[in-house]
């Protein structure tokens, strides 16, 4: 029996770079399992387009789908845009069978890649000393979206032993900006922010800015295409195949 097809499905952004890492992310995905099939996709902004993919599995003869948002919360794009995506596929192909799993989500376990991409970061600048650090996020309208990165920012604080604040680029305070200089206003002057982002883009573009006017000795890349979020990806894959198991 073939597996069922793995879509990784992208949000999609007018930024290039977005595009380029998911296309890394998943060749990640590929490298540890060579055996299935696996397809980038994007909801929408960039291509492939999710209906293009499925399109295309359907003709080379898949009829089970599981669907990887690569979200980083469950806002509006989860629980949204993706059913919404999946229902206009399976009414076009009747008979196909598609899962979505969770969304990569806030994994401790990514608290290793910020600490990675911090090291690059403060090499760079050659910076040695830490006494405060900013985990910023996009941000959503969803509270609980916003709170589940707050509580990463403690855990990852409580970790370095080092005060963190949580910043989000759109939809709630603070500012990556208002973060460091609420920060430095408490005396504090060597202050770095992690961009809890999966790929380049505008909003990650907005937060170094914003950080980086504000005093903070250095910002972080996103998360991309690293292995512990490849194996991500094919761990939410792992339990939507076995859903699609019939019982």
Request: hydrophobic share 50%; no cysteine.
């Amino acid at each position: 029996m073939t597996a069922p097809a793995l879509v990784a499905l992208a949000h999609g952004s007018r930024d290039p770079r977005s595009a380029a890492t998911i296309t890394a992310l998943v060749a990640e995905v590929r490298a540890m399992r060579p055996d299935l099939r696996i397809e980038p996709a994007f909801l929408e902004l960039s291509k492939p387009t999710f209906g293009k993919v499925v399109d295309k599995l359907v003709r080379a003869g898949h009829d089970e789908i599981v669907v990887v948002p690569l979200l980083l919360t469950e806002a509006h794009h989860a629980t949204v845009d993706v059913p919404r995506a999946i229902a206009e596929v399976t009414e076009r192909h009747p008979g196909l069978k598609v899962r979505a799993t969770d969304v990569l989500g806030l994994e401790p376990r990514f608290l290793e890649v910020l600490d990675e991409r911090m090291r690059e970061a403060l090499r760079a600048a050659r910076v040695r000393e830490l006494d405060a650090l900013v985990l910023a996020a996009a941000g959503t309208s969803d509270a609980l979206a916003n709170q589940s990165v707050a509580r990463l920012a403690r855990l990852w604080g409580a970790h370095h032993k080092l005060p963190v604040t949580a910043a989000f680029a759109s939809a709630a305070p603070p500012a990556a900006g208002e973060a460091v200089r609420a920060f430095r206003a408490e005396g504090r002057r060597h202050i770095a922010v992690a961009s809890l982002f999966l790929a380049p883009g505008f909003l990650p573009d907005r937060v170094s800015e914003l950080a980086l006017e504000a005093g903070a000795v250095a910002v972080s890349e996103p998360l991309g295409a690293h292995p512990e979020v490849a194996r991500t990806v094919l761990a939410r894959y792992a339990v939507g195949a076995v859903e699609l198991v019939p019982v």
